[in-house]
């Protein structure tokens, strides 16, 4: 009886550390800005602080989750790779998508 209670509790125990992990991981996520008036020495992470170039992006520690939003009306001359999967590209503004 005391073994069928511990693996019940160890059961319930992994149970709240998933339902605590799924909702820290998204808090987790950045969300990041690029605009050709910006400066690749800014944080990007507000419109205020973009990122010029798509290279700053390809060269940043990005993660699943994290969100880049480009400036709408921006042209850039590069291409970009993004490092890995999950990341989601977005337009944020006024004008034409980028």
Not at 30 to 40: E, Q
Not at 48 to 53: F, L, M
Not at 77 to 82: A, C, F, N, T, W
Request: charged share 10%; proline share 4%; aromatic share 6%.
């Amino acid at each position: 009886m005391q073994h069928m209670c511990n693996k019940l509790c160890r059961i319930g125990l992994l149970l709240v550390a998933l339902a605590i992990l799924t909702q820290v991981a998204p808090a987790m996520a950045a969300t990041y800005f690029v605009s050709p008036a910006g400066n690749d020495s800014a944080a990007g992470t507000s419109q205020g602080t973009a990122w010029k170039s798509l290279a700053k992006v390809a060269n940043s520690q990005l993660r699943a989750g994290d969100v880049v939003q480009l400036a709408r009306g921006g042209v850039w001359r590069e291409s970009l790779s993004l490092p890995s999967s999950g990341i989601t590209l977005t337009a944020y503004g006024s004008g034409n998508a980028p």
